[in-house]
């Protein structure tokens, strides 16, 4: 096993993870950041990896975070702001961005809860999360698990109700934006 965040391993894999996968599908997070009921200027691409999913994103500002010296390393090299830190501990004032966006990487977190919370405190009223995970019930999502748990990850999927159940404990409105083996949750902040 990796332990927490299979941190070690991403570090590790940095360059050929940021060099073997393909470009993230940005239709599917286009219509989670419409979920927002504010302009999206300042996006956080949090657990960002390298930056693959906000990259082609028409969003002024993106600042990828990750808690991988090696992945930000790599987001760097792509000419991407980065800061270096942890999904449960965001290295932001509360209600400083627009959006938190998380992709594929939910299931890697060693606490998700405290990741959802600290996104729900990052985003101004009106403003998103948007997870991209996999859904463990599908039959690609089956094969999926038992891949990553074969290789040694730590990771722990759940399905998107299950997600959109969690971001309503955070006090975020969830909406189910897409389903099937590649599925998108937005969590938008209420607006006091
Ligand atoms: C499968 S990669 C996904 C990267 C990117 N979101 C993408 O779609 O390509 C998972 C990422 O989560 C990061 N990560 C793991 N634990 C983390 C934590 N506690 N805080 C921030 N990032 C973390 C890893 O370093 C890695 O970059």
Redesign the pocket.
């Known amino acids: 096993m990796y332990g927490?965040?299979?941190?070690r391993a991403?570090?590790r894999l940095?360059r050929l993870?940021d060099v073997a996968?393909p470009p993230?599908r940005r239709a599917p997070v286009e219509a989670g950041l419409r979920v927002a009921d504010r302009p999206v200027d300042l996006l956080l691409?949090?657990?960002?990896?390298?930056?693959?999913?906000s990259a082609g994103l028409a969003v002024p500002q993106r600042v990828v975070?990750?808690?991988?010296p090696?992945?930000a390393k790599r987001a760097r090299a792509r000419g991407r702001d980065v800061v270096l830190?942890?999904?449960?501990r965001l290295p932001v004032a509360d209600g400083a961005v627009d959006a938190v966006?998380?992709?594929?990487?939910l299931h890697?977190?060693?606490?998700r809860t405290a990741?959802v919370t600290a996104a729900r405190d990052a985003i101004r009223p009106g403003g998103v999360l948007v997870v991209?995970e996999f859904d463990p019930s599908t039959l690609r999502g089956r094969a999926l698990v038992a891949a990553e748990h074969a290789i040694g990850f730590d990771s722990r999927f759940e399905g998107p109700d299950a997600l959109a159940d969690r971001m309503a404990r955070a006090g975020l409105e969830p909406t189910v934006v897409g389903r099937g083996f590649g599925y998108t949750v937005a969590g938008k902040r209420e607006v006091q």
């Open positions: 927490p965040g299979d941190l991403f570090d940095a993870y996968m993230a691409d949090v657990a960002g990896g390298p930056g693959r999913a975070v990750d808690a991988a090696g992945m830190g942890d999904a449960g966006l998380v992709t594929d990487a890697h977190l060693p606490d990741a991209r």
